[in-house]
Each structure stands twice: as structure tokens, then as C-alpha cells.
């Protein structure tokens, strides 16, 4: 990804949460967050996107992150028992959804980044990006155009 900065948060209150998506909304980059929960030694990692961000890598990837594999069958199976009440801490509400893993971030109630799983966030910017890198907008397909025709033939050099 274009830029990573590990940030771990101890529970996600106003101040630390706040901190986390001023950084990920000045540099309109993810922020890789690692979530250190109490009374658990496992460390849960995702990546802050901003909503314009992921909005603009949803509209160039062409197909929904894939997910298929056993491991993920089993998280899935995991988190239909979680309950789907929203999380609120200070300004924040976590609305985690029960399908896909994603959990929205709404401040003053307005969905202003997603928490995706890291290779779910890493698949979709490469998608984005790939599609992107073969658009071209009608005026310049026509300037090509317009050059290419220009050019003389392999023939005639």
C-alpha cells in the first residue's frame, strides 16, 4: 500500500480513535491499526480507509474481494454469533457488519472511514489501481488516437 504507519490502539476510545482518522483523512491514505483488547492476547489488525478512499477503490475494482477459503468459513461462522450492535466510543460509532468483516466509522452520524481486513483493503487498492492504469477519459482516447494516426507506418520508416 501506498503508505503504511502501524498504529496500536488499546481500546478505541475518543482521543485515540480521532488521532487514527485525522491521520488516515490528512494523508488520504489506510492506516494499518493494530487493536490490543483487554483480556485477550491476541492483537486484532486492520486498516482504516477513508470513505472517499475506499469509495474510489470501489469504483475501479471490478469484482468483490473473493472469500473463500476455510479460514475465512470459520471467521465468518464466528462472527454470525457476534452480536451487531453498534459500538459507540465518544464522538465514534463502530457499526461492524456481520457479513464480510468490515466494521463502518461514523462521527456525528456520518460514515467517515471502514476498518477492512488487511488483505482485503491490499486486494482491492491493487484492483482499483490496475483498472485505473488501463482508463482512459474520451478526450485523451481521442488525442491518442489523433497521435497514433499521425505516426508513419513500420513500412514507410
Same mark, same amino acid.
Given at each position: 500500500?501506498?503508505?503504511?504507519?502501524?498504529?496500536?490502539?488499546?481500546?478505541?476510545?475518543?482521543?485515540?480513535?480521532?488521532?487514527?482518522?485525522?491521520?488516515?483523512?490528512?494523508?488520504?491514505?489506510?492506516?494499518?491499526?493494530?487493536?490490543?483488547?483487554? =483480556? #485477550?492476547?491476541?492483537?486484532? !489488525?486492520?486498516?482504516? $480507509?477513508? &470513505?472517499?478512499? @475506499?469509495?474510489?477503490? +470501489?469504483?475501479?475494482?471490478?469484482?468483490?474481494?473473493?472469500?473463500?477459503?476455510?479460514?475465512?468459513?470459520?471467521?465468518?461462522?464466528?462472527?454470525?454469533?457476534?452480536?451487531?450492535?453498534?459500538?459507540?466510543?465518544?464522538?465514534?460509532?463502530?457499526?461492524?457488519?456481520?457479513?464480510? =468483516? #468490515?466494521?463502518?466509522?461514523? !462521527?456525528?452520524?456520518? $460514515?467517515? &472511514?471502514?476498518? @477492512?481486513?488487511?488483505? +482485503?483493503?491490499?486486494?482491492?487498492?491493487?484492483?482499483?489501481?490496475?483498472?485505473?492504469?488501463?482508463?482512459?477519459?474520451?478526450?485523451?482516447?481521442?488525442?491518442?488516437?489523433?497521435?497514433?494516426?499521425?505516426?508513419?507506418?513500420?513500412?514507410?520508416?
Amino acid at each position: 500500500m501506498g503508505i503504511e504507519i502501524d498504529v496500536v490502539v488499546g481500546y478505541p476510545i475518543n482521543d485515540e480513535m480521532e488521532r487514527v482518522l485525522g491521520l488516515a483523512e490528512a494523508v488520504r491514505e489506510p492506516v494499518t491499526v493494530t487493536f490490543m483488547w483487554e =483480556g #485477550r492476547e491476541e492483537a486484532d !489488525r486492520a486498516v482504516l $480507509v477513508p &470513505a472517499a478512499t @475506499l469509495a474510489l477503490w +470501489e469504483h475501479w475494482a471490478p469484482t468483490a474481494y473473493p472469500t473463500s477459503s476455510a479460514r475465512d468459513e470459520n471467521r465468518d461462522v464466528e462472527k454470525e454469533q457476534e452480536l451487531a450492535h453498534p459500538a459507540e466510543f465518544g464522538a465514534f460509532t463502530l457499526f461492524r457488519r456481520r457479513l464480510g =468483516g #468490515r466494521t463502518a466509522v461514523a !462521527r456525528e452520524g456520518v $460514515v467517515v &472511514a471502514e476498518l @477492512l481486513d488487511p488483505d +482485503e483493503a491490499h486486494w482491492l487498492q491493487e484492483k482499483a489501481r490496475n483498472v485505473r492504469q488501463g482508463f482512459m477519459d474520451p478526450k485523451q482516447k481521442a488525442a491518442f488516437e489523433e497521435f497514433l494516426a499521425r505516426q508513419a507506418s513500420l513500412d514507410e520508416q
